[in-house]
């Protein structure tokens, strides 16, 4: 079932083709409109990207009011690597909160520009499988 850009079934949720195609399809951006079309986008799909703040660092500086249209390297890598992560089609699983449910994990790091977490439950098979990524990038002030 296709829930606002998101494919929900019983194996769990994943982002729609139409979203994963509109991301890849994307031509490099020109100017500080674009690069916050894109931005926007990506940001609606960030449940799926791990470190998603940290992945789109270089992008976002672009979209600072003082910072003048620089596309450098990084941007450049930047730019394929959310293309690429968008592409690997990955599944969130659901939460079982009954009681003797597998196990849930909650890992978190920091770092001095962003922090970030992964929300995961144990599969049958014993192995940990991504329920939710999230992450925030800390502001100049945040930062210090």
Known sequence: MDIVGHVVSFKGRTTSKQKINKIQNWPTPLNKKEIRGFL???????????????????????????????????????????????????TLKKLNYDKGAAK???????????????LTKEDKEGKDRPVLYESISFSKLESK
């Open 40 to 90: 926007g986008l990506c940001a609606y799909v960030r449940m799926f990207i791990e470190n998603f703040s940290q992945v789109s660092s270089p992008l976002r500086r672009l979209t600072i009011e003082d910072v003048d249209w620089d596309w450098d390297k990084k941007c450049e890598e930047a730019f394929h690597e959310l293309r690429r992560i968008v592409g690997e089609e990955i």
């Open 104 to 118: 849930i994990k909650l890992a978190v790091d920091s770092s001095y520009i962003s922090a970030g977490a992964l």
